[in-house]
């Protein structure tokens, strides 16, 4: 089994949709939480980043830690063709080393 | 990309030839890093370095070394490729001074061996 689990999708929603992604863990010790979106032929860029359990909102992106659960999920509200990519989860133990990657989720955004 | 560039871009080599990745960055980081990214696996670690000639193994070092004789410059080597090493290579970059931060990333090199 895997550290950290995410649906590999393909997920498709239609212009407009809220968006779930999430990753489950099985390591209690991680307490850093990172979602990038990563575009075909691109490297991943950073879009959240959170720190133990709670939400942190940023535009239309909402990123929930559940500890408890070891489950966390990115929220897209009002969903644009431009959201069209893959999105991967990372968590560490300690900030900034040893980042452990979710497979991640291919998301389409249909107009 | 955060001020990270990779080089080649793309390669493609033969099996049993040495090859050597470029991570060159603006940034004055301290921490870089090497994954690789294959369908299936996500982006795992290959090597990292803490500091200018500070290195240590990551998840799947076998097959592969580095080497940090500047604080901008992250080389990867793969001393005799194989085909099991075609991947899409990534660099990482973390913790300006004193502190340490989440990761950047470059743009990627495609590599693939024959």
């Known amino acids: 089994q895997k550290e950290v689990e995410q649906d590999p999708g393909p997920l498709s929603v239609p212009e407009g949709a809220i968006v779930s992604l999430n990753c489950t863990y099985s390591?209690?010790?991680?307490?850093?939480f990172m979602w990038y979106r990563q575009y075909s032929r691109k490297g991943p860029e950073l879009l959240m980043y959170?720190?133990?359990?709670g939400n942190k909102e940023d535009g239309r992106f909402t990123a929930q830690v559940d500890k408890s659960s070891k489950y966390i999920s990115l929220f897209i509200r009002d969903s644009q063709p431009s959201d069209s990519a893959t999105y991967l989860c990372?968590?560490?133990?300690?900030?900034?080393?040893?980042?452990?990657f979710g497979g991640g989720t291919r998301l389409m955004v249909k107009p | 990309d955060a001020g990270i560039t990779q080089s080649p871009r793309h390669k493609v080599t033969e099996t049993g030839t040495p090859v050597t990745l470029r991570c060159h960055q603006t940034?004055?980081?301290?921490?870089m890093y090497w994954y690789r990214q294959d369908p299936g696996h996500g982006l795992r670690l290959i090597h990292y370095?803490?500091?200018?000639?500070?290195?240590d193994k990551g998840e799947v070092s076998d097959g592969y070394s580095v080497s940090r004789s500047k604080t901008e410059d992250f080389l990867l080597t793969l001393e005799s490729a194989t085909s099991s090493q075609t991947s899409v290579y990534f660099c990482?970059?973390?913790?300006?001074?004193?502190?340490?931060?989440?990761?950047?990333f470059g743009p990627g090199t495609r590599l693939t061996v024959l």
């Open positions: 959170t720190y133990s359990s």
């Open positions: 370095s803490y500091g200018v000639k500070d290195t």
């Open positions: 390591n209690s010790a991680f307490q850093y």
């Open positions: 940034e004055n980081h301290r921490y």
């Open positions: 990372a968590m560490s133990v300690n900030a900034g080393n040893m980042l452990t």
């Open positions: 990482a970059i973390s913790g300006s001074s004193g502190s340490t931060d989440t990761q950047y």
